[in-house]
């Protein structure tokens, strides 16, 4: 629900397009497809989205700054999910990353999430002990 007459938006930018949904003041819905990456157009597809639907909503006037900005006090939340994260280690495609951890949490990438046979199992069969 649109919070106290703001605009709410929920975006998903994911690898190839970012889809925008807004919950208008009036509890209308708006909707809106971009490509994800477009730099002769736009430098960011979620500020983009939230922008073209204020304009459309609003009014150039009204939709923007004085220094030509979103104009944040027009929207009550902005919630993001994205899957380039994902996508990128699906496919093998990010920087190599290293993990460094303190001293006694040496298994923790054997551990994980806690999703083993055995959850309540005090040691792990393996596990590594400082």
């Not at 979103?70 to 993001?80: D, K, S």
């Not at 990010?94 to 994980?112: E, K, T």
Request: with cysteine.
């Amino acid at each position: 629900m649109a919070k106290s007459g703001k605009y709410c938006f929920a975006i998903d930018r994911g690898g190839t397009f970012t889809d925008v949904l807004c919950i208008t003041p009036s509890g209308g819905i708006r909707t809106l497809k971009l490509l994800s990456e477009d730099p002769a157009n736009y430098p960011d597809a979620p500020t983009e989205g939230i922008r073209r639907i204020l304009q459309q909503e609003e009014g150039p006037e009204r939709a923007r700054t004085r220094d030509g900005l979103v104009n944040t006090e027009l929207i009550g939340w902005v919630r993001m999910g994205t899957t380039v994260a994902t996508n990128a280690l699906l496919e093998r495609a990010g920087d190599p990353v290293a993990l460094v951890v303190n001293r006694g949490f040496r298994d923790l990438l054997q551990i994980g999430n806690q999703a083993r046979p055995s959850i309540f199992q005090l040691v792990s069969e393996g596990a590594t002990h400082d």
